[in-house]
């Protein structure tokens, strides 16, 4: 099974310093029909105002990934972490048994377009943790950017599940195999990809279930940026 989920009917959030995109029921947007897909929970696509950001706030019992697209977001939560993340970086964030955190775009002059993802863990009730890489270059091949084994300079997912990334031109592929046959494609912006034939362009994404391995084939004039996740 393939179904597409196209761009311009996730929902929609914006106030005066955010725009965001959700794929899934998230906030007072639900539809009970669209609270996920297998373990993963949440992709929300952030536009972040200068000077402005999510204030300290509380998570339990889920696996975070945020994915920087351009600009910079400082992190700060309540074991005593401090960070900014930039482009070619991976943050995960375990929120376990508790834990609070704030996001902020410290620029004066540019935004931070950035994916928050949520996945739910393998376990309930570990203690919460932190962890940031520089991640390897995505230009033309598919790196991890998320493992159960933090292999590959990917960070550490305490899941069953697992986040690829890549960046094609047109006429590039590459392709992946699903180790459960169960997955999710997300174009995260630029142009186009076909995936075992289907087309996405930026914001869709497509799910996949009893579909054993993937081909990516960058299309158009424009380099798409793609997230690959194999799910339980």
């Known amino acids: 099974m393939m ?5 311009n009917e996730r929902f929609a959030t914006k106030i005066n310093w955010l725009n965001s995109k959700h794929s899934f029921s998230f906030g007072h947007h639900y539809d009970p029909n669209r609270m996920g897909f297998r373990n993963l929970r949440v992709i929300n696509d952030d536009l972040v ?5 999510f204030p300290m706030h509380g998570h339990a019992d889920m696996e975070i990934v945020t994915y920087i697209l351009d600009g910079s977001l400082e992190h700060k939560d309540s074991i005593g972490t401090g960070s900014v993340i930039r482009p070619g970086d991976a943050q995960r964030m375990s929120a376990g048994t508790g834990i609070r955190h704030s996001e902020f775009n410290p620029s004066q002059g540019e935004g931070v377009h950035l994916l928050q993802i949520w996945i739910e863990p393998a376990k309930d009730g570990i203690a919460p943790s932190y ?23 990917s960070v550490t997912i305490h899941a069953n599940a697992a986040i690829h990334a890549a960046k094609l031109k047109a006429g590039e592929t590459v392709t992946h195999s699903l180790a459960t046959g169960n997955g999710w494609i997300h174009v995260a912006r630029g142009g ?26 960058g299309v158009g004039d424009l380099q798409a940026e793609v997230l690959v996740f194999d799910l339980d």
């Open 3 to 7: 179904q597409l989920f196209p761009a």
């Open 131 to 153: 962890e940031q890489k520089a991640l390897q270059s995505a230009d033309g091949k598919l790196v991890p950017v998320a493992t159960p084994d933090g292999r590959d300079g």
């Open 49 to 53: 105002a200068p000077v402005s950001g």
């Open 192 to 217: 186009q990809v076909t995936v075992n034939g289907q087309t996405l362009s930026a914001g869709d994404g497509l799910a996949l279930e009893g579909v054993p391995e993937v081909t990516l084939t």
